[in-house]
């Protein structure tokens, strides 16, 4: 049932055919079938604008086409990218949801100041690979579920509202009538809303130019 994706894109310089469009039941995205020269095959996100039979490369002097994976250098200001790596080598790790997208906005020194879809605005290394254009099966997001059989068959099942409990089965829990929440803390103390659980010394904060809030 698990598909397994390339995210690394590590077979540099070699030629792929996309054989097949596929949907994958693990993810949002459309899911590609690619065909290497040398017979290897792997599967990458599906962007918007790939059909089958059409060739993509991973190169650091890549063509800026869609579905073609380069270095972030390589790649130009304002170009829509997606499957982003945080560190080089590590593999994809931001936009890889459906429709999802991020642009680099500036180059300065050894890094690049580039747009998550959250809005916030990173740091990221030069040398850190992206995929060309934008994920595509954008329409997931506007599926209505319809119905909560339809639910119950992706395995999500159906679960009671915290503030419909008592107060010693959910912090949310008590009060007379439909009374929601107020500040619900878990026993220790700790609060459940709004109470910000980022480290304030975090290392990578550095990288952060402009946070998403």
Same mark, same amino acid.
């Given at each position: 049932m698990i598909r397994i994706i390339d995210? $690394?894109?590590q077979k540099l310089d070699v030629p792929a055919k996309v054989i097949a469009i596929e949907y994958d039941p693990n993810r949002s995205a459309r899911i590609a079938l690619l !065909?290497? $020269?040398d017979g290897e095959k792997a599967y990458i996100i +599906?962007?918007?604008g790939l059909g089958v039979n059409d060739e993509v490369i991973s190169s650091a002097s890549a063509e800026i086409k869609v579905g073609n994976a380069s270095t972030l250098a390589n790649i130009p200001a304002g170009i829509p990218i997606h499957s982003v790596e945080l560190k080089r080598g590590s593999g994809a790790c931001i936009a890889r949801s459906a429709g999802n997208s991020c642009v680099i906005m +500036? $180059? !300065?020194g050894s890094y *690049?100041?580039? =747009?998550l879809p959250s809005g916030e605005i990173r740091q990221i *290394? %030069?040398?850190c690979m992206a995929t060309i254009g934008q994920v595509g099966n954008i329409e997931h997001e506007t599926i209505s579920i319809g119905k909560a059989g339809r639910s119950s068959w992706m395995g999500i099942l159906p679960y009671s509202r915290g503030v419909a409990k008592n107060p010693h089965d959910h912090p949310m829990g008590g009060g007379e009538g439909k009374a929601s929440g107020g500040l619900p803390r878990s026993p220790w103390g700790q609060y459940a809303k709004? %109470? =910000?659980?980022r480290k304030k010394k975090k290392h990578s904060s550095k990288f952060i130019i402009k946070r998403r809030k």
């Open positions: 995210f $690394k894109r !065909e290497y $020269k +599906a962007p918007i +500036a $180059k !300065e *690049a100041q580039v =747009k *290394a %030069l040398d709004g %109470l =910000k659980t």
